[in-house]
């Protein structure tokens, strides 16, 4: 099984909303979809070796098949990473459950 992701799908619209859209074939390394219910997990991203609570956002009431949603935030989105449209992300995840957010 893979451990990791690259995300390569970041658009102006992301960009506004200070979030990462997780498609379908890269949601295996974050928390599964349960369907008909909405779920916000609290996850931890390690950036440059500083770590940054963020939230992982799955499933939809109507019980439709979405992209997750990973919400950094503004700081950590705009300073710390620079997020623009086409930006290229690698996700990982440690051991210890931590996600490894790098650009490439």
Do not use: H
């Not at 995300?7 to 379908?24: E, G």
């Not at 070796?49 to 939230?55: F, G, L, T, W």
Request: net charge positive; proline share 3%.
């Amino acid at each position: 099984m893979k451990n990791s992701i690259i995300v390569n799908n970041i658009t102006a619209v992301d960009t506004d909303t200070y979030k990462i859209r997780i498609t379908r074939d890269n949601k295996f390394l974050f928390p599964a979809e349960q369907p008909g219910k909405r779920v916000i997990y609290p996850v931890i991203c390690r950036i440059n070796r500083e770590n940054y609570n963020a939230k992982y956002v799955i499933g939809s009431k109507d019980g439709k098949e979405r992209s997750g949603i990973l919400n950094l935030g503004s700081d950590v989105y705009q300073t710390v990473l620079r997020i623009k449209e086409g930006t290229q992300l690698k996700i990982g995840r440690s051991n210890d459950g931590v996600y490894l957010i790098n650009k490439t």
